[in-house]
């Protein structure tokens, strides 16, 4: 099976494919276990979903977020450009941005000697649903 965005000479192994089909399919980043969740009935075990997603992560197939106050790590996959998202607190879901806040950022690299390569940006705060649900300040 060939995937645009697999790495050349990263092997695609039975775990790392069903991980990647996963979050492939998923419409929002998920943690390692709801991960695990999903491909359950396939013999996988919990701490080689965790495996596979530091591979992924090093290979640059995926990003990993920590919400803030939290310890869990969500996953999404890296499907191509650049992309920024409002974090709900409450249900944990991925809003993305329509337009980068930081597109027009006036950095002198001359003056300052710094070269931008690349940015991430994550706002966090309570979706519609959480908030008119009662679980989050207004």
Known sequence: MEMKNWPAGFRMTRPRLL????LEAADTAL?????????????LALSTVYRVL??????G??????????????????????AHYA??????????LRHCPLENLP???EADGFLVTGHRLELYGYCRAC????GAEK
Request: charged letters at 25%.
């Open 19 to 22: 991980v990647y089909r996963a």
């Open 54 to 59: 530091a591979a992924f992560e090093e290979q």
């Open 131 to 134: 908030r008119q649900a009662g």
């Open 31 to 43: 943690d390692a276990r709801e991960l695990y969740r999903r491909i359950s009935g396939e013999g």
């Open 107 to 109: 950095l002198d690299e």
């Open 87 to 96: 974090i709900c607190l409450g249900c944990r879901r991925q809003i993305p």
């Open 61 to 82: 197939l995926v990003t990993r977020t920590t919400i803030m106050g939290g310890e869990t790590a969500l996953y999404a996959l890296c499907r191509g450009g650049h």
